[in-house]
Nanobody, 128 residues
Framework: QLQLVESGGGLVQPGGSLRLSCVAS????????IAWFRRAPGSAREGVSY????????NYADSVKGRFTISRDDAKNTVYLQMNSLKPEDTAVYYC?????????????????????WGQGTQVTVSS
C-alpha cells in the first residue's frame, strides 16, 4: 500500500522560504497524480498545488500562484513544494495526497474524494 510522508515544515519569518517534500513508499511505481493541500487553524482543508503523473501539468491555487512551485523526482518517489515569499496566511498543516485517477482536470484537481492516499501532514508557521 502506498504511504506518503511529508517533511520540511517549520517556523519561518514572513518573506522567507521553505521546501516541503512528500516521499512515497510501498509501491513499485510512482504513476500517481499528487496534490498538496493545507488546513489552517479554524478553516477547511484547501487545495494548494497539483502535479500530473507526467510532471507536464501543474496547477496552483490563486493564493499561492507565483510564490509556490511544485515539482517531482520520480527516481526518488518524491514531490516537492517550494514555497517562497511566505505570508502569515500560509500558516497551516500541509498534506500531500496521491491518486491514480487520471481524469482530473481544471475544476477537479482538488476534489479530496478522488485522492486515495494521504500523508500525516507537516506544520508550516509563518510568523515574526
Amino acid at each position: 500500500q502506498l504511504q506518503l510522508v511529508e517533511s520540511g515544515g517549520g517556523l519561518v519569518q514572513p518573506g522567507g522560504s521553505l521546501r516541503l517534500s512528500c516521499v512515497a513508499s510501498g509501491t513499485s511505481h510512482f504513476y500517481y497524480n499528487i496534490a498538496w493541500f493545507r488546513r489552517a487553524p479554524g478553516s477547511a482543508r484547501e487545495g494548494v498545488s497539483y502535479i500530473h503523473t507526467s510532471g507536464g501539468r501543474t496547477n496552483y491555487a490563486d493564493s499561492v500562484k507565483g510564490r509556490f512551485t511544485i515539482s517531482r523526482d520520480d527516481a526518488k518517489n518524491t514531490v516537492y513544494l517550494q514555497m517562497n515569499s511566505l505570508k502569515p496566511e500560509d500558516t497551516a498543516v500541509y498534506y500531500c495526497a496521491a491518486t491514480d485517477f487520471q481524469s482530473l482536470g481544471p475544476g477537479s484537481y482538488y476534489f479530496e474524494d478522488k485522492y486515495d492516499y494521504w500523508g500525516q501532514g507537516t506544520q508550516v508557521t509563518v510568523s515574526s
